[in-house]
């Protein structure tokens, strides 16, 4: 199965501060993503990938940046983390073609913003 | 508007039950993708079905693609299926790539 590792799994930050989440996939998937999960919403995409190089707002992208410098490694980034960012955030790797478009998921990081 | 809806929003089981979880989407994207969540966060897909029926152990998944539904079914439910059951669809964002848009998911708890 893909693999999908995440990093750190749990964090604490202060509000105001730089926070970097990373995600690291080996499975060659062109394609990764960026969710956060919160009660009441379900999995929101925040920013996703084409490739190497490639970052793309997703839905909920506002306070968050993302960089993809290489194939494998895809990270979301907090310049100013604030308390309505502490959440579940999910990292997700996948191919895409018309075929199939299965998407394989981490194990998840919680963040608390205090 | 809501795209993926899934009913119901929790359900409790006595072990041995069957179970029918539902999934409608307002979109016109088809693919469809069935995930479960573990107690402990991780998500894990059960199912890629676009259309027609698949088996998987005691799963079976039904997507009736013209009536934008998909139903997820657990036969014979375990104190091991408690989690978190997530429908999700693809909304394309380009020819080359795809996004998927979750529903709020359904909340499984089986009790001896």
């Known amino acids: 199965e893909a693999a999908v590792t995440q990093s750190p799994r749990n964090k604490v930050a202060v509000t105001g501060g730089k926070v970097t989440l990373s995600c690291n996939q080996t499975n060659n998937h062109n394609n990764m993503y960026w969710y956060r999960q919160d009660t009441g919403h379900g999995l929101r995409l925040i920013h996703y990938?084409?490739?190497?190089?490639?970052?793309e707002k997703g839905d909920i992208p506002d306070g968050y940046k993302a960089s993809r410098p290489s194939q494998e490694n895809f990270s979301l980034i907090l310049e100013l983390a604030t308390p309505s960012q502490t959440s579940v955030y999910f990292c997700?790797?996948?191919?895409?073609?018309?075929?199939?478009?299965?998407?394989?998921f981490g194990k998840g990081t919680r963040l608390t913003v205090v | 508007g809501q795209q993926v809806q899934q009913s119901p929003a929790s359900l409790v089981l006595q072990e041995g039950e069957n179970a029918e979880l539902q999934c409608n989407f307002s979109s016109t994207a088809t693919r469809l993708q069935w995930f479960y969540q573990h107690p402990g966060g991780r998500l894990v897909s059960l199912f890629y079905n676009p259309s027609g029926t698949k088996h998987t152990g005691r799963l079976t998944s039904t997507t009736v693609t013209n009536e934008r539904r998909s139903s997820l079914h657990i036969s014979s439910s375990q104190t091991t299926d408690s989690g978190t059951y997530f429908c999700?669809?693809?909304?394309?964002?380009?020819?080359?790539?795809?996004?998927?848009?979750f529903g709020q998911g359904t909340s499984l708890s089986v009790v001896p």
């Open positions: 990938s084409y490739g190497a190089g490639s970052t």
């Open positions: 999700a669809i693809d909304r394309w964002a380009s020819s080359s790539f795809s996004k998927l848009v």
């Open positions: 997700a790797s996948g191919d895409h073609d018309r075929a199939n478009t299965e998407v394989f």
